[in-house]
């Protein structure tokens, strides 16, 4: 008799068959973890359907959600899922070996926490050394101890929530919205415990330019000027961190000499250099988009940065 479903996995894909591929592969290898999981693809309007990559594997299901977003395509597949645990990895992501067992056995535990944020490290290109912006990534990037125990959320590329509490929240918000932020904090604000479980672990590819990793911070200062966009009483304090973002660098030089995440002085002047120009560009944008009040330029989309 086959035992009942205890994880559900949703992966959100759009154009990225090698990178899925390498995930499931990494999911497969953990049937021999004794528990009893599935794995749900949801093509959020790929070129191509990932029909091939998913079909090379037994017991994944493929599904389409045609409401762009990496939101809706993970609601989709909560929606169809048979577990009692939601666990949401990101297409470009790898699973530690134990990644699964180690999500049940915190859960199992602790009956009193309804979702948890793990681990999200970077996979390093060469094993020889860092580049810049590896170093940079591997310290300020997917920081997700701290979305978890300062701000109450999780990065979905490395998260689990039981069923019955997603259920209760309810769905990730679309395209415009920063959907797992939003969620997690309004599932906190309902009352519902997060934990941060480190031995979680998750690896993902870091970006590949330096106008990928602005790219990327261009969209996040988009979404939080929208929220304030309309109260001009706030815009103050919006200066003022911008002026605070500026100079930030001058404060991170201790973080930086003395994380554990990455080592050697010269991948640690790479990982500050690189910090630095990401902190100026971040206020150059802040100021941009106060005077200009638009963010329809910056905010960039799902289909767009996966294309």
């Known amino acids: 008799m086959k035992r009942k479903t205890e994880v ?14 390498r995930c499931l592969t990494s ?12 794995i749900i693809v949801v093509d959020n309007g790929s070129d191509t359907p990932p029909s ?30 048979r577990g009692e645990i939601l666990a949401f990895i990101d297409a470009d992501c790898v699973a530690a ?16 926490v309804d979702f948890i944020g793990g681990d999200i490290r970077i996979l390093q290109a060469s094993a020889r050394a860092l580049t810049p912006i590896e170093a940079y990534e591997s310290i300020y ?32 918000g679309g395209i415009g919205t920063m959907e797992d932020t939003d969620w997690g904090m309004k599932a906190t604000a309902m ?44 815009y103050p304090k919006w200066l003022f961190k911008s002026v605070a973002i500026a100079a930030s660098p001058l404060g991170e030089q201790l973080t930086v000499i003395k ?25 150059k944008r802040m100021f941009g988009l106060l005077f200009s009040n638009s963010t329809s330029s910056a905010v960039g989309t799902w289909n767009r940065e996966k294309t």
Request: hydrophobic content about 40%; charged content about 25%; glycine content about 6%.
């Open 141 to 172: 990037s997917y920081r997700n101890d701290r979305y978890v125990t300062q701000y109450g959320f999780s990065a979905t590329g490395n998260m689990a929530v039981r069923k019955k509490v997603f259920e209760a929240v309810g769905p990730f």
């Open 8 to 21: 559900s996995i949703v992966i959100p894909h759009l154009n990225e068959p090698g990178e899925l591929g």
């Open 191 to 234: 009352g519902f415990k997060i934990a941060y479980v480190p031995s979680a672990k998750v690896f993902t590819e870091p970006c590949a330019s330096y106008a990928a990793l602005t790219l990327r911070w261009d969209r996040h200062v988009a979404h939080e000027f929208e929220q304030i966009r309309h109260h001009y009483t706030r």
């Open 52 to 81: 091939d990559v998913c079909a090379a594997f037994e017991n994944v299901r493929l599904e389409v959600e045609r409401q762009p977003g990496p939101g809706p395509a993970r609601n989709k597949g909560a929606a169809v899922a």
């Open 259 to 283: 994380t554990r995440r990455i080592s050697g002085v010269r991948t640690r002047l790479g990982a500050y250099l690189i910090l630095t120009r990401v902190r100026l560009h971040r206020a």
């Open 27 to 38: 999911l497969k290898g953990q049937e021999a973890e004794s528990v009893e999981f599935e």
């Open 97 to 112: 070996p134990d990644w699964i067992r180690q999500i049940v056995a915190f859960m199992s535990a602790r009956e009193d």
